[in-house]
């Protein structure tokens, strides 16, 4: 059943995530886009473009978007899809939930925990992988349909990267621009 | 308590853009400046978010939100971060699902699309360059990016591999 799949994946994205919001976008993709296809690429790459122009962390917004459209796409009402994108939500922030309570029953041993310590000297390098991957992922031909994409990309690169352009102004410019070009 | 509580997280997940940093000054401000707690004890939970899997907006609202009033505050302060990202896509979904066909959203799109690989790109640069890696470290961003990109490992095996990996360097290598 959808809405048992769904809980079960976001949990696990909520329980998995480590390295914030960009690190998750690979985790997210693996299991919604890949293995389930509950969204294609085409629309996960819209959706992490309008998560940065909504308020919210990265993985709600996604986890609520994606609920709506799995269930959508399978077929079901709105009141369903509605329900769909709760369950979603809930999911993603139970982990967080749980481990919160649990840590909060012994604060200081956790955070003086070597063991913690120790496996973060190898989470951190790999989260830049992670969110390598999410690029690399996202690197298509549904994404990338021609020589101008290209030039976008690279354009809004070094713009956020040497310019410092807000992402905001970033995604703003873009679809401005689009509306020209094709 | 619970309705302030409520509040003034409601009010820092609607207002901030960006992402779950983009809110820290916001949740210092208030938290601080109500008195809920001093800035050594923010920072400190900081760091302790950190290494926390999950957003980060909402495991720092849980902790706040613990230390003020034990389970119900985590879940009120929990309820308010989410609640306005929460409201705001589900108005966007239930909007878009009818405007997909429309020839001026799919052409703001088509541009957009390679412009968003490209803001996902940048932070894991300059993550790359902040965390100041070694040569020898450069290995495992590139070997954990290729498993997931080219032969389709779950993330979670990456995450998990990595973990250990970095104990037993801790624990058995360089103690040498």
Known sequence: ?182 | MYWTLFLTFFKIGAFTIGGGYAMLPLIQREVVGRGWMNDDDFMDLFALTQSLPGAFAINISLFIGYKLKKTLGAIVCMLGSVLPSFLIILLIALFFTHATDNIWIEKAFKALRPATVALIAVPCLTTALKLKLRKSILIIPVVAALLIWQLGVSPIYVILISAFGGIIYDFWIKRR
């Open chain 1, 1 to 182: 059943m959808i809405f048992w799949k769904l809980f079960y994946v976001f949990f696990k994205i909520g329980l998995f995530g480590f390295g914030g919001g960009y690190a998750m976008l690979a985790l997210i993709q693996q299991d919604v886009v890949d293995e389930h296809q509950w969204v294609s690429s085409q629309e996960f790459t819209d959706i992490v473009a309008i998560s940065q122009m909504t308020p919210g962390p990265i993985a709600i917004n996604s986890a609520t978007y994606v609920g709506f459209t799995a269930v959508h796409n399978a077929g079901y009402s709105q009141q369903m899809s509605v329900l769909g994108s709760v369950t979603a939500t809930i999911a993603v922030c139970l982990p967080s939930l749980l481990l919160v309570l649990l840590i909060s029953l012994s604060y200081a041993k956790f955070r003086s925990n070597r063991y913690i310590a120790a496996a973060f000297l190898g989470l951190r390098p790999a989260t830049v992988g992670l969110i390598a991957a999410a690029a690399l992922l996202l690197m298509n031909s549904e994404n990338f349909i021609d020589y101008k994409s290209f030039i976008i990309f690279a354009a809004a690169f070094i713009l956020t990267w040497k310019f410092n352009v807000h992402p905001i102004l970033m995604i703003l410019i873009a679809a401005a621009l689009g509306l020209f070009i094709y």
